[in-house]
């Protein structure tokens, strides 16, 4: 028998009503969340879940298939790229989430959407942008910032996906660089809380945030427990570090395998934190942590082989921006950022947004390999000879 749009609704409220049950009392109950633009109660899916289908089904989500993780320019298939890495955060938080009794889909929300502001090429990318960006007077470029940009003011021809507070936030908040032994939620925020948020830290990276719910403490600390084995791993098979590298008293306590690096974090995590109103590691797991992550930096993400292509990469950045930045002041119609960007987008984006911040959002949003067929082929050919 067909079921009625009444009957799907009776279901959903059933299952906010089994949330309320089951989930534990610092968790985000999907009736409590919150949208910019408030619209009908008619749709039968929870908030967050809505939220996670409205993000998997952005442009924004699809171009996570070709953005470098840390290798570019790697020929070996089995490299972590960015959609990988939101797919392994998705899980990882959600595993920790489903212990610890928290909402399950708002966690996947802020996973798979936390690095949807990634540039091309990774955090070099990230740097050479926000030197142009605060060169042309418009701040610092980070990731994360840009992760709200597109969400909220970019996407869908520049109405944005009007999702929930708790979901941007978390998305914003989740600096998985920082290393913690405990993060506790900062609850009371609003829009205008997030607004400035953004604001702030366009003008100060260092700027603390902090996420307003366990969710979002979780997905930040899933973040670096997605990547810091991974990352080892892929180093491993790009011969740039060998197993018996890794610093011993880490691995003695954590594992020397990205399999057993995950386990090990992940059990702490859920050990520490069950029933509490905060996320944490041990003190011992967090010591350990600290050190791998200092060997990441210094013989991985720093490192010559990682780093090699990066003055002609910045190059690029700065002769693409200038080139497109030219082209909305000529109102060059037959550039790639009208016929591939500006092209049907809303009146109030370009209305809210001065050519160099649309500038900034194209070259954000795009793939490694789109990014390459815009340069001068004389550049992209150099680039594809050193192919690693």
């Given at each position: 028998?067909k079921m009625e749009k009444s009957d799907l609704e009776n279901i959903r409220q059933r299952l906010e ?372």
């Open positions: 028998m009503r089994r949330e309320q049950e089951i989930l534990s009392p610092g968790a985000a109950l999907s009736r409590q969340g919150i949208r910019r633009h408030p619209e009908s109660d008619s749709d039968y899916r929870q908030v967050f879940s809505l939220d996670v289908d409205r993000i998997m089904h952005s442009r924004a989500y699809t171009r996570y298939i070709d953005k470098t993780q840390v290798f570019s320019f790697s020929q070996n298939d089995h490299i972590t790229h960015r959609v990988l890495h939101v797919q392994l955060v998705s899980k990882i938080a959600r595993t920790i989430g489903r212990f610890l009794r928290l909402n399950e889909d708002l966690i996947e929300a802020i996973a798979l959407g936390h690095d949807i502001g990634h540039t091309p090429f990774g955090h070099n990318g990230e740097k050479f942008l926000s030197e142009i960006c605060r060169k042309h007077g418009i701040g610092y470029f980070q990731h994360n910032v840009q992760s709200i940009q597109f969400l909220d003011k970019a996407e869908r021809k520049g109405v944005g996906w009007n999702l929930c507070l708790q979901t941007l936030d978390g998305v914003l908040c989740h600096d998985g660089e920082v290393h913690h032994q405990k993060l506790e939620p900062c609850r009371k925020k609003s829009f205008e809380t997030l607004d400035h948020e953004v604001s702030e830290k366009k003008a100060d990276p260092q700027r603390k945030l902090f996420p307003m719910t366990l969710e979002g403490c979780v997905v930040r600390f899933s973040d670096t427990i997605a990547y810091i084995g991974r990352d080892i791993e892929d180093a491993i098979r790009m011969k740039l570090i060998v197993r018996a590298d890794l610093p011993e008293k880490s691995t003695a306590r954590l594992g020397n395998t990205n399999g057993r690096i995950v386990y090990t974090l992940v059990t702490d995590m859920i050990e520490n934190s069950v029933e509490q109103d905060y996320i944490a590691f041990s003190p011992e797991v967090s010591e350990s942590l600290a050190e791998l992550k200092k060997f990441n930096y210094e013989r991985i993400y720093l490192t010559p082989q990682v780093k090699r292509h990066s003055e002609m990469i910045r190059r690029l950045f700065g002769i693409l921006f200038e080139q497109y930045l030219e082209d909305i002041q000529k109102q060059n119609q037959e550039s790639a950022i009208f016929t591939g960007f500006l092209q049907d987008m809303s009146p109030e984006y370009t209305a809210r947004h001065v050519p160099e911040e649309i500038v900034r959002d194209f070259i954000a949003g795009m793939t490694d390999h789109y990014f390459l067929r815009q340069c001068p082929e004389e550049m992209q050919q150099e680039l594809e000879k050193n192919r690693a």
